[in-house]
């Protein structure tokens, strides 16, 4: 049984894209987690104007954006929660549960859920 459940199988390529551009080691469960998440927003991929992953994070310094979370209006307040949640397992970016988890939708919050389990065990 693999230690990732995956929303769908788009969510699952992305995931390993993006540990395979980063060169992501397998013991590095913080950046697998926010790549878990970032991977599982699909408007990061297909809506014209989003945010992309690159604006997200730098794969050439290995490091987090987080200044991409100020005074963007092309994020929903639900990407902008889980880009911030992602954020925090992470590194600790400062988000409460209430900020990260109030008003998600199912499928949104299911993905927070795996990406904690992830980062946790």
């Known amino acids: 049984m693999s230690m990732y459940e995956f929303i769908s199988k ?3 390529q992305r995931f390993f894209e ?6 992501t080691r ?8 926010l790549f878990y998440l970032l991977s599982g927003i699909d408007s990061l991929y ?3 104007g989003k945010l992309s992953v ?21 994020l929903t307040r639900e990407e902008r929660k889980l880009i911030a949640l992602a954020f925090n397992l992470y590194n600790n970016f400062s988000i409460t549960p209430l900020e990260a988890f109030h008003g998600l939708s199912k499928e949104a919050f299911d993905l927070a859920i795996s990406a ?5 065990f």
């Open 116 to 120: 904690i389990a992830l980062r946790c």
């Open 46 to 48: 297909y809506e014209e």
């Open 54 to 74: 690159e604006e997200i994070y730098d794969f050439s310094e290995h490091t987090i954006k987080p200044e991409c979370l100020a005074g963007l209006t092309q």
């Open 26 to 33: 397998k013991e590095d469960i913080e950046r697998q987690s």
């Open 10 to 12: 788009a969510h699952e």
């Open 18 to 23: 993006l540990l395979a551009r980063d060169n």
